[in-house]
Structures are given as C-alpha cells and as structure tokens.
C-alpha cells in the first residue's frame, strides 16, 4: 500500500492499534496525513472508512482478519455489501499465522463469513508478488462486480494476507486476473486447489507425490468470490481427482466452494479437504500446529493419494 501511496492520493490507510504488526505503520509514518490509528475499535474503524469512501477516497482497513471479519461484521454487511462503498479489508494474520496467540486469534472463518456477503470480493494472498498484484487492482477497480454499477466506484474487497514468509508460488511474468484461478504446476492424476500459503505446501506435497508416481495439479485459487467455476470444472474432468487445501475451517471456505462448484456442475469425482475440521486452534510454533491440525504437506499428499484412491 506504501507502494501505491505516491501514485494515488485517494488511498488511505486506517488500523486498529495494530499497526506495528500490520506494518501499516510504515505507510503511516511516510503519508501521516493519510493514516489513522483508530484505536480497538474494528466496526468504529469500518464506520470511519465508510464516511471516507462516501468522500472519494479509497479506504485500506488493515488490522488482525479474525477481528476485522466479527466485530467488524455489521459494519461490513451495511457499508461495503448493502451500501456498496468501496472498501479494501485487509485481513492480516490469515488461518493460524498468529500462532502464539492462540485460538482467540486465528482466522479461521474470516473466508467463510464474507463470501456471503453480496458484493463483496473476496481474496487469499499466496506470495509476495499476488499480494502487490491484489493491492493495486484493489485501487484499479471501478465497479462492483455484483449489483447495480451505481452503487459503487470502486469495488469492496476482503483480502486475506498471513504473517509468516511465503515462498515465491508465481514465475515473475504471471498475469493474474479477477475472478480467476492459475494453475502453477500441471499434473494429470489429481487437482490440489489451495489458497494462501497452502499453495506453497500443495507444490511440495505434489514434489512428493511425484516420487509415488502420481501426477498432481496444484492450483492456486486466489479468488475465493467470485470462484474460477470454468477452471475448476476443467481440472476435474482431466485429472478425475480433487483436493482442496486451505488454511481456513473447511465449512463454508475454499474447499465448500469448490464443493458448490462441481455439485452444479455435476462433477461426481472422488473429493478431499484439508483445513480445520469444525474446531478452534491452540498456541504454538505455527509449524507444530499445521501439522497437528493437518494443513502440512504431509496432510494435503495423504489426501490427494486417497482422492487418486477413489476414482
């Protein structure tokens, strides 16, 4: 977003006394009179953002995803989906990344609850180069993908970024596209489509399913809403096997969405999830947890052998 200050003179930056976690401190301390620290108070800070963006201003909310997507939910669901401002949720600290810190805060439903919002779009950063290509399309858009185009001039956004380092997923030409989903390694046998870091650990999970002789696809969904239908639908008439990998409860996330997808399509192929199943996380080394909780390599290999089992 520090990137893009200079170019624009809209984009504002609001935080919710995290900013020194966020990082957003750093755009802060470059464009002071385009930052606000609003204090822990995450549906005052949406509030603020709607007057702003009523304004003209392009308003980036950057605080923890687990609080911006409940106690910033109502603000949600009135300003960006009902009334169609053209607010960009930054959800920092995705799935289990705030692994210290412990249940209370992951953000383990933040893709679930705000892909039912009308309106909304909603991403999952994978590396660092989506997550520049996120942002400035963020600033780029002008219209609402869902609804009447008057209600907004610039489409609200959810963008769901994780704490640790992520290994570069993308060749550095990639041309990214909204609404759409990029096949990042070919495969014949199975189709892992993951989202955020999980795209990382599908392409080592498919490294390691090579060496068993099966052929994995790894996708890498970094739209969640609107979901790449077209794409989907293809990997699994071609490869007869699906994985859904996501750092995120499997209710109502990247692996229920996929799920809608091939049932309206009537895809019948042998289908898996890795996520959390249906429970909260603990404190930990983050490490630690994803393995305990089966959202490792480990986990997504052992599931595409079982999918590839099925068919």
């Known amino acids: 977003i520090k990137k893009y200050g200079e170019l624009n003179k809209d984009i504002v930056v609001l935080d919710a006394d995290v900013s ?7 755009f802060g301390k470059e464009y002071p009179d385009r930052f606000y620290n609003c204090g822990i108070c995450e549906y005052a800070v949406m509030g603020m953002a709607a007057g702003m963006a009523k304004s003209g201003k392009i308003p980036f909310v950057n605080t923890f995803a687990v609080f911006l997507t409940t106690l910033g939910s109502l603000a949600a669901r009135t300003f960006m989906s009902y009334s169609g401002l053209p607010i960009k949720m930054m959800g920092a600290y995705g799935g289990m990344s705030d692994a210290f810190d412990g249940a209370t805060h992951h953000a383990l439903e933040d893709i679930a609850m705000m892909r039912t919002l009308p309106g909304v779009n909603v991403m999952v950063a994978s590396d660092a180069q989506i997550t520049d290509w996120m942002v400035k399309t963020a600033i780029e858009v002008k219209e609402p993908m869902f609804g009447p185009p008057s209600l907004a001039s610039r489409a609200p ?68 809403k609107p979901i790449d ?16 990998a996501e750092e995120h409860s499997v209710i109502g996330g990247l692996g229920g969405a996929v799920a809608e997808v091939l049932a309206k399509a009537g895809c019948a192929v042998p289908t898996e999830m890795v996520g959390m199943q249906d429970r ?29 089992s099925r068919k």
């Open 280 to 308: 909260h996380g603990e404190s930990g080394p983050y490490k630690d947890i994803l393995h305990k909780y089966g959202m490792d390599a480990e986990a997504v290999a052992a599931a595409a052998e079982k999918a590839v």
């Open 229 to 244: 239908a077209e794409l989907i639908e293809k990997c699994a008439k071609e490869t007869g096997a699906v994985v859904t």
């Open 157 to 224: 956004m959810h963008i769901c970024i994780s704490r640790d380092a992520a290994p570069d997923c993308h060749p550095a030409d990639a041309k990214f596209e909204l609404g759409k989903g990029m096949v990042v390694r070919e495969g014949s046998d199975v189709t892992i489509i993951a989202c955020g870091l999980m795209v990382s650990t599908a392409i080592t999970a498919a490294e390691a399913l090579a060496s068993k002789g099966i052929s994995a696809r790894v996708v890498d969904m970094y739209c969640i």
């Open 20 to 26: 020194g976690s966020t990082k957003s401190a750093m």
